[in-house]
């Protein structure tokens, strides 16, 4: 019984640093969303190639289900379409428009990949929700891929540059 005692009293003390880290979390989120805001972006981009998924969920070891992995198909039939087909249940990061405002974001979906290294991501549903209002658990995963959001934040604004200058390329052109 006495060990019972002293192990929830250092649960405690953890899961108060654990419920402050998670307040400081918030404010990080919130102050990434902040500077993004400012520069008044308006892109939606999705950090969500399978292959280079910002995050993928798992079971952890305590079994709380953060999704799954498996084979539809392990070979069989000659030129079977399923044959090494790979389904993984993952959480893409984001930036895009919730609601009236542009936010950090989550999206869930099957990420499918095939034996041709062809892929596919499908939204399981098409509800965003803000990374702020997301689990702990994915906010915590999340922080991981803020650097690879950013770097497809500021690719897909050189690619919109580059396609508004060659526009203007060519309209002088046919003047």
Same mark, same amino acid.
């Given at each position: 019984?006495?060990?019972?005692?002293?192990?929830?009293?250092?649960?405690?003390?953890?899961?108060?640093?654990?419920? =402050?880290?998670? #307040?400081?979390?918030?404010?990080?989120? &919130?102050?990434?969303?902040?500077? %993004?805001?400012?520069? @008044?972006? $308006?892109?939606?981009?999705?950090?969500?190639?399978?292959?280079?998924?910002?995050?993928?969920?798992?079971?952890?070891?305590?079994?709380?289900?953060?999704?799954?992995?498996?084979?539809?198909?392990?070979?069989? =039939?000659?030129? #079977?379409?399923?044959?090494?087909?790979? &389904?993984?249940?993952?959480?893409? %990061?984001?930036?895009? @428009?919730? $609601?009236?405002?542009?936010?950090?974001?989550?999206?869930?979906?099957?990420?499918?990949?095939?034996?041709?290294?062809?892929?596919?991501?499908?939204?399981?549903?098409?509800?965003?929700?803000?990374?702020?209002?997301?689990?702990?658990?994915?906010?915590?995963?999340?922080?991981?891929?803020?650097?690879?959001?950013?770097?497809?934040?500021?690719?897909?604004?050189?690619?919109?540059?580059?396609?508004?200058?060659?526009?203007?390329?060519?309209?002088?052109?046919?003047?």
């Amino acid at each position: 019984m006495v060990e019972a005692t002293a192990t929830l009293r250092r649960l405690s003390e953890k899961v108060s640093k654990l419920n =402050k880290s998670s #307040d400081d979390l918030n404010e990080l989120i &919130s102050a990434y969303e902040e500077k %993004l805001a400012d520069m @008044k972006i $308006g892109v939606e981009v999705w950090v969500n190639d399978p292959e280079e998924m910002a995050f993928h969920s798992i079971t952890d070891r305590y079994g709380n289900f953060h999704g799954e992995s498996f084979v539809l198909a392990t070979g069989g =039939k000659e030129n #079977d379409p399923d044959e090494g087909k790979r &389904s993984t249940f993952v959480y893409c %990061l984001g930036y895009c @428009k919730t $609601g009236d405002a542009w936010r950090i974001a989550v999206k869930s979906g099957w990420a499918t990949t095939f034996g041709n290294d062809d892929h596919s991501f499908e939204e399981v549903e098409p509800k965003r929700i803000p990374l702020a209002e997301a689990s702990r658990n994915i906010r915590i995963n999340a922080l991981g891929a803020m650097d690879q959001l950013f770097k497809a934040i500021e690719e897909r604004v050189d690619e919109m540059l580059n396609s508004i200058e060659a526009g203007k390329k060519f309209i002088k052109s046919i003047d």
